[in-house]
């Protein structure tokens, strides 16, 4: 069983960066995909994006496309997630999910394992 700890939120302004971390211990890193979501006050969490297990092929929300990039280090056991261009909308509580899935699902339910979450605040 994976465990995950997210670390990097943090209070920014608009139009900058951020870099989420995601550690995993506890089992073989490789063997899962990976995701972030994120929950904003008020709203149900939403899928942000994933990194498949094996192609590593990437899937990306409509709504941060285009700025955001998750990656993987396996030898490291992480996922991060470099946030660029950030807005307020981004605002939120970012989870990292692990799955056993062959590929990157969009729904919490696909997600067995969960991190405690990390808040990231975008200041206009």
């Known amino acids: 069983q994976v465990q995950l700890v997210e670390s990097g939120g943090g209070l920014v302004q608009a139009g900058d960066s951020l870099r989420l971390s995601c550690a995993a211990s506890g089992g073989t890193f490789s063997t899962y995909t990976m995701a972030w979501f994120r929950q904003a006050p008020g709203k149900e969490r939403e899928f942000v994006s994933g990194i498949s297990r094996i192609s590593g092929r990437t899937t990306y929300a409509d709504s941060v496309k285009g700025r955001f990039a998750i990656s993987r280090d396996n030898a490291k056991n992480t996922v991060y997630l470099q946030m660029n261009s950030l807005k307020p909308d981004d605002t939120a509580v970012y989870f990292c999910?692990?799955?056993?899935?062959?590929?990157?699902?969009?729904?919490?339910?696909?997600?067995?394992?969960w991190g405690q979450g990390t808040q990231v605040t975008v200041s206009s």
């Open positions: 999910a692990a799955s056993l899935s062959i590929v990157v699902h969009r729904t919490t339910q696909s997600y067995a394992y």
